[in-house]
């Protein structure tokens, strides 16, 4: 996709066109056919550049432009005039305040005076745009391949989990349960135990003033405190 803002060099007329893009402003109006020759004209700029460029060393810092260039092998730019030096010098303090179309004109009686081709100067621009817009494609690649890993990594711990929360409420059921047998089968016996605590107490009743056969629950002991040995 081509950048408006390379329509800031290349133009058939010293209007500039009524557009703006990549903090680059224009003023003034074009004519169709003015246009569409510029645009024409960045078309087939672009069209001689790769496609897709090709990363062939690893970039360590993804903040650095630079090295990001570097990896992309963006080849020197002709006498040095690359679009960063180009938007360096729009950026000068000497040249920042003019108008639009002076700050044009002095660009290209720079590149004129160095025997450089704006151009060459585009071409280098959308080489370093295809870098960049290739390798957010490598970064946002390698983003959604991590979070698929771990939306998997985390979908197996979550079934490790629930299976680990099954297991243990059962387990804590089955406790319960048994607690509860235990509990009923005690009852049970218990009954059974005052009931032949009477039988035998009604016997014994024949035979003594003051029955000495409870037939009441027992009470509970208190349990035995143990008491430290002193070595």
Known sequence: MTKKWYNYFVSVDESAT????AGVS?????????????AQSIAEIAS?????????TPVSDPTS???????????????????????HMLESEHIRNLPSDVKKSSVLVALDAA????????QDAVRRDRALDTYERVQQRAVDELEARKSKENGDIQTQIDKYVT???AKIQANNDEVSREKERFTGWRLKKQQEEKRIADAVG??????????????????VAKTGQRS
Not at 18 to 21: F, M
Not at 26 to 38: F, V
Not at 115 to 122: E, F
């Open 206 to 223: 024949y035979f003594a003033s003051e029955n000495p056969i409870t037939t009441g629950p027992v009470q509970m002991q208190p349990p």
């Open 18 to 21: 009524a557009d703006q893009g």
């Open 26 to 38: 224009k003023t003034g109006p074009a004519s169709p056919a003015a246009s569409k020759t510029a």
């Open 65 to 87: 432009f630079e090295e990001i260039y570097k990896a992309a092998e963006i080849p020197p730019a002709p006498q040095g005039y690359s679009i960063l030096k180009v938007a």
């Open 167 to 169: 297991e243990q409420r």
């Open 48 to 56: 001689t550049v790769t496609a897709e460029p090709k990363f062939t």
């Open 115 to 122: 025997g450089a081709d704006i151009k060459d100067v585009i």
